[in-house]
C-alpha cells in the first residue's frame, strides 16, 4: 500500500508539474497559496519563492481583490466555481485571459482547493480577428449592393449626358454645363468604383508588373503630391520584384497610403519611407494573422512618422466611410480601397502603430516565381461606326433605351428585350439577323447574361457578346475563363466608350 501510495504521488507530480495548464493549490481556510506548477509560474512571471505562503489577493494576478475575495467565499461554500473569461495580470502589468475553474476536496485530512488556469488569449486574439474578417465581408457585401445600384444611375446618366453632348446645334454655354455635369456624374462613378474595390466585385486586368518599375515611376508623381513638409523615402532591392497585378490599382494602393500617411503627419510633416522587399512566409504566419499564408510574397510597405493610432481607431481602419478627419475632409473610403484591392489581388494588409509613434502598413501581394517573357499591351478601342444589327438585353428601362440611343446613333440596328425570356423569343424571329448580343448581367427570372450567349452562340458560332454590370462577382471568378466573342463592359459608360467597345468586340476574329 505504501509502494502504491507513492507511485501515485510520483504520477501526480509529474502530472502536476508538465502540465500545459496553470495549476494553483490553495488552503481553503485561509485562502494561502500552497503550491503553484511551472507552467503557471512561467505564464505569470512569478518565482515560487514569491508566491508560496501568501493569500491569493496579496500577488496581484487577479486585478479585483474584491471580486477575488468574494469568489473564494463562493468557493468554500458551494465547493465549485467556473470562469469563462477572467483577467490576469503577470508581475510586470501585462494581461493574460483565462478559463478558470476551481475544486474544494479534503487531502490528509484538510481541505484544499486546486485552481485549473488555462490561457486562452491567442484564442482570443484569433476570435477577434474572424469577427472581423467577418464584419467586413458583410460590409463588402453591402457597399457591392449600393455601388451597383447607383452605377445602374450614373450609367443612364453618362449616356444621357454623352447623348445630348453630340447635338451640334447646342450652344457652347450649354455645352459647357453638360460637361461640367458629365465631370460630377465620372466623380460618382469613381467613388462607386472604389466602392467595388473595397468589395471585391470590380473587374481587373492581370498582367505580369515589376513593381520596383511602378514605384519608381511613381515617384515623382508622389513627390508632386505631397506636401512640401513631407520627407519622401524610397528603398527597394536591386532584383526584380515580379507581382501579378493591375497597375493602376497597384499605384491606386501606394497613392492612398502615402495621403493617408500625410494626414496622419499633419501639420507638422514628417518622414514617409516606401520600402518593397521579397519575403518568404512559413506557416507561423497564419497563427497571427488570419488572413496570411504560407509562400513567397512580395511586402510592400509605407511608414510615417505621424501621430500613430489607437486599439479603437485599428478595429475600424478599413470600413467604408470610416474616418478620423474632420467633415468633408475625407470620403473614408482611401483605406477601404486599398484593402478591397489588396484582397483582390490575392493578398493582405498589415497595420503597425500606436499612439505618437506613427504607423507602417504592410501589404503583402504573391510573388511571381518566373519573369514574364512577354508583356502584352491592351488593345485600343477606336470608335467606328457600323450597321450590324444587335440585340440588346437590359431589365433596366433608363440604360436600355439610352443605350440603344447611343447605338443607333453610330448607325447600328437594336433589337431590344427587357428580360432573358422576351430575349429567347426575339432571337427566335431574328437569330438569322443578330450579330452581337448586349446583356446585362442579372436580369429577374434567374437567367444570366452569360447563360443568354452560351444558349444562343450554340445556334450562331459565330456570334459576338458583349457583357455588362455595375458589379459582377460570377464575371470576376470567371475571368480568364470567357468566350473569345465575349468583353466585358463594367457599368457606368459613356456612349463613346460603348460604341468602341461594340466595334470591337465585332471587328476581333
Known sequence: MQEALRNSEVRYRRLFETAQDGILIL?????????????LL???GYAREEILGKQLWEIGFFRDRALSEAAFKELQKEGYIRYEDLPLKTKDGRRHDVEFVSN????????????NIRDITDRKLLEAKWQQAQKMEVVGQLAGGVAHDFNNILTSTLLQLSLLL???NLSEKTKNSLRQLENEAKRAAGLTRQLLLFSRLHVIDLKPLKLN????NLLDMLQRLLSKDVSLGFQAGDDPLWIEADSGMIEQVVTNLCLNAQDAMAPKGGRLTIDARLVKLDAEVSRVNLEARPGSFVCLSVADTGSGMDADTLKHLFEPFFTTKEVGKGTGLGLATVYGITKQHGGWVEVASQRGTGSTFRVYL?????????DSASPILKVKRGKETILLVDDETAIRDMVALGLQLYGYRVLEAASGEEAIQVWDDHAGEIDLLFTDMRMPGGLTGLELFARFKR???ILKGIISSGYSDEIVKSQGLLDPGVIFLPKPYDVRTLAGTVRNCLDQA
Open 42 to 44: 512561467d505564464m505569470l
Open 366 to 374: 504573391p510573388a511571381l516565381t518566373k519573369a514574364p517573357l512577354v
Open 166 to 168: 453630340e447635338d451640334p
Open 27 to 39: 488552503d481553503a481556510n485561509t485562502g494561502q497559496i500552497n503550491d503553484a506548477n511551472p507552467f
Open 459 to 461: 445556334t450562331k458560332a
Open 104 to 115: 474544494l476536496y479534503e487531502v490528509d485530512h484538510r481541505k484544499v482547493i486546486q485552481c
Open 213 to 216: 518599375a511602378v514605384l519608381a
